[in-house]
């Protein structure tokens, strides 16, 4: 079925302007989505193997919003970080570095594996007035309710980064393995969303610079979680959670709500790990809510 862009009109009319900057000697690109003197400024931060455009659906729906969006080091058109390996503690170090360069006291956001950086960020210590988590990863991948799928995808990357690197990475690029992940996930029965959804990731999901980048990743991504660094933010934070989520289960981000000092729970039913492609207009609701509270904004 032919994709058809279901959000394509309201992202049109937000302005966007492409630019990069030199962080941790590596070339950074990122996205600036809406008008500089828009009341608030959100810095936005992807999900695994994607990109910037993962989260343009939930930004076509924050006009009134400045929306900064890079694209991870070593994914999409971001170089990787040179002479370090790409952990936790390199991603924390990159979205400081890159946050004062760029976006200094933006309000912060991460997606999935977005959620972890985000979250480890502001608990050491990056300054921002608010903290947003979409699909927030708020327990260990091996305790969601396909762990089993889990072990499969560890598996799978481990066999990537072993395999000759030809046959790793052709492995790792895989199509067919693309749109099996992609079926996992999607839970719309919305013909058209979901080839929207399939589109999306055959365009974007092997954008990343090489195997051993991705596999990197993928260690960071089911070695930690945002229940870890949750009790140390004492920011305002809204988790934008999905009911029917199979990477963290509902009631472990509802227990995870309970961990933050100050957080709040936006629970989105109907779907899955990919709020940012099948809801992002309920999500991009609760985020505008959430940046007009005075406790984010700053007013009285």
């Known amino acids: 079925m032919q994709s058809i862009h279901p959000y394509r009109d309201a992202l049109s009319a937000v302005p ?10 590596g070339r950074t690109a990122f996205w600036v989505y809406g008008e500089d003197d828009a009341p608030h400024t959100v810095l936005a931060i992807h999900g695994f193997r994607g990109e910037h455009h993962g989260l ?35 991603y924390v170090a990159w979205l400081h570095a890159f ?26 210590g990056l300054e921002t007035p608010g903290l947003v988590l979409i699909n927030p990863i708020g327990a260990p991948a091996l305790e969601g309710p396909r762990g ?7 598996g799978y990357y481990a066999a990537g980064a072993r395999l000759p690197r030809r046959l790793g990475e052709a492995l790792l690029r895989n199509g067919l393995v693309v749109r099996i992940m992609s079926e996992a996930m999607a839970k719309t ?8 959804v399939h589109d999306q990731h055959r365009r974007y999901f092997s954008r990343f610079a090489d195997r ?31 009911v029917q ?4 289960p509902i009631s472990a981000v509802r227990r995870l709500a309970e961990v933050f000092p100050r957080a709040q729970l936006v629970e989105i039913d109907g779907v899955g790990h990919l709020i940012h492609y099948e809801t992002p207009v309920p999500a991009a609701r609760a985020i505008s809510r959430f940046l007009d509270e005075p406790a984010v904004s700053g007013t009285r």
């Open 245 to 248: 989520d199979d990477i963290t």
């Open 99 to 124: 946050s004062d360069l760029v976006a200094p006291g933006a309000v912060v956001l991460g997606h999935s594996f977005g959620s972890i950086v985000a979250a480890a960020a502001v608990a050491d």
């Open 16 to 25: 966007v302007r492409r630019d990069e900057v030199e962080v941790l000697g």
């Open 56 to 90: 343009e659906p939930v930004v076509a729906h924050l006009p009134q919003v400045r929306t900064i969006m890079p694209d991870l080091p070593g994914f999409g058109e971001t170089d990787p970080i040179p002479g370090r390996r790409h952990d936790l503690d390199t």
């Open 212 to 242: 051993d980048v991705l596999h990197e990743a993928f260690v960071t991504s089911v070695s930690h979680d945002v229940s870890q660094p949750a009790a140390r933010i004492d920011r305002p934070t809204l988790l934008v959670a999905a």
């Open 148 to 154: 089993i799928l889990t072990r499969l995808a560890i």
């Open 189 to 196: 029965r919305d013909r058209g969303l979901r080839a929207f």
